[in-house]
């Protein structure tokens, strides 16, 4: 056997087969051994962890929005990724809008390489867009490696994304499937939220009645629709209702290819606790009900709900409307991609669930997503991201702590457990530096 650079031992690996001991080789930034905790493999350098400590491999997050460039005082490329590698997360996937240009074509993806070149301390991919009138360049921004394409069915928010009809999903969902590209959706739709009442004021219940359960059930009633039609595979963006549960387990069964994920945000909270005038938990589709969020958990546990990742979306802190509180006016996003894994971990282990599973959830499900060959496990041949997580012990999130740029979270005072004590990006403390490189589909 080779010499390692580096082997990392520790008394608890999540490995895809479960938790045990080992010892993990390292050469050349992939993961060349996993031997037995007391049996490691030749190495220059190596290091035992504590009891307390669990070495998880680093997570993969496909739901993060850099914003960057365009709206960089929202979010960037160096904090977002400064962020994520806190939090033990070693993958991001930027999503095509709130950025300007938007990634709807190759030009655009260009622009947004150039943004993130040498910036990012994780390694980050990028999702393109689906728009109306962009289909020629769907091919295009595939082949220029894209992972996959989002579309909206309503208003994203912003005007230079809009949404696509069910028609021009249709037309998308069929051109995709000539290069079997995925398809994520946000799945609201826009009859359905036209017709409720108009958010405004103050008042939780009132914002809550503005996105009602309807408005999911009904749009993702219609991609599945679609998706047997066309044959081609879909994702179901943060899913928030789980009235809609039983629907995507239906079309699971009959084959479809179909896969949904859900956010911390819709699993941590309930609209019972969010306090009039607390925007910063406004979010679409918004945390709903204490039974809801039950619920939400049973689809995990069912494996319904393939996935969890942190829709991080962030904004100015002016833009959240704070100080009037007036959740009609203010940004709907929530920021939290360095608290993801100890606000899932705190929630999951108070319902019983393992460390396994919420790695699963978090790293091996999104890489599957995306198509991620050598990430989201520790794996012989998988890159060599890894975090050190010590599970048990306590903290108070403290929003002025967190490395992204704009200091707002709904997770602000929350008590947590969890803290990740060190990330490795290919073999490397991600504290090194800018260490992350820019991921092209079929290169990783
Ligand atoms: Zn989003």
């Known amino acids: 056997m080779s010499t390692m650079d580096l082997t990392l031992a520790a008394r608890r690996v999540v490995l895809p087969d479960g938790i045990r001991p080992a010892a993990i080789g ?19 350098a190596g290091i035992w962890f504590n009891e307390d400590e669990v070495l998880l491999p680093g997570l993969v997050d ?34 095509p809008l ?72 249709a037309d998308a969902l069929r051109v995709l499937g000539e290069f079997d590209g995925v398809m994520i959706v946000h799945a609201e739709d826009a009859e359905v939220i036209g017709a409720a009442p108009p958010s405004c004021g103050r008042r939780y219940r009132d ?29 179901i963006l943060h899913l928030s209702s789980a009235d809609a549960l039983p629907l995507i387990a239906e079309a699971k069964a009959e084959g479809l290819r179909i896969t949904a994920e859900t ?45 969890v990742v942190s829709d991080h979306s962030p904004c100015t ?25 100890p606000a899932v971990w705190t929630e999951a282990r108070r319902r019983g669930f393992d460390l396994s599973r919420v790695v699963d959830w978090m790293a091996a499900k999104p890489a599957a997503l995306a198509g991620f060959a050598r990430k989201g496990r520790i794996a012989v041949g998988a890159d060599a991201d890894l975090s050190l997580f010590a599970p048990d ?7 002025h702590e967190l490395a ?18 060190t990330t490795w990006l290919r073999g490397r403390e991600t504290r090194d530096g800018a260490l992350g490189q820019l991921l092209t589909r079929g290169e990783v």
């Open 26 to 44: 390292i050469l050349d930034g992939r993961v060349a051994a996993i031997e037995a905790f007391e049996n490691p493999p030749p190495s220059t």
């Open 62 to 95: 496909t739901h993060v929005h850099v914003n960057d460039p365009g709206r960089a005082e929202w979010e960037g490329f160096d904090t977002a990724t400064r962020a994520a590698a806190r939090g033990g997360v070693t993958t991001i996937v930027d999503m």
């Open 98 to 169: 709130n950025s300007l240009p938007p990634t709807v074509d190759p030009a655009a993806l260009e622009i947004k390489r150039k943004a993130a070149e040498g910036r990012v301390h994780v390694d980050v991919g990028f999702w393109g867009g689906a728009v109306p009138g962009n289909l020629p360049s769907l091919r295009p921004l595939h082949d220029a490696g894209v992972f996959g394409f989002k579309c909206f069915l309503l208003d994203s928010g912003v005007p230079e994304f809009p949404p696509l009809t069910h028609f021009e999903l």
């Open 207 to 235: 914002f809550l009645a503005s996105r009602p359960r309807r408005a999911e059930n009904e749009a993702i009633k219609a991609v599945i629709a679609l998706a047997h039609r066309t044959g081609t595979r879909v994702h």
């Open 263 to 307: 956010c911390p945000h819709y699993l941590c909270f309930t609209a019972e606790d969010i306090p009039d005038g607390a925007t910063q938990f406004k979010c679409c589709p918004p945390i709903r009900e204490d039974a809801n969020r039950d619920a939400l958990w049973q689809g995990l546990a069912d494996g319904v709900i393939d996935m």
């Open 317 to 341: 802190v002016d833009l959240k409307r704070l100080d009037t509180g007036d959740f009609g006016h203010a940004w709907g996003g929530v920021a939290s991609l360095q608290l993801g894994l």
């Open 393 to 399: 012990q306590p903290f108070t999130v403290d929003a």
């Open 404 to 421: 992204h740029r704009n200091p707002v979270t709904p997770y602000h005072g929350r008590d947590l457990h969890g803290v990740v004590r």
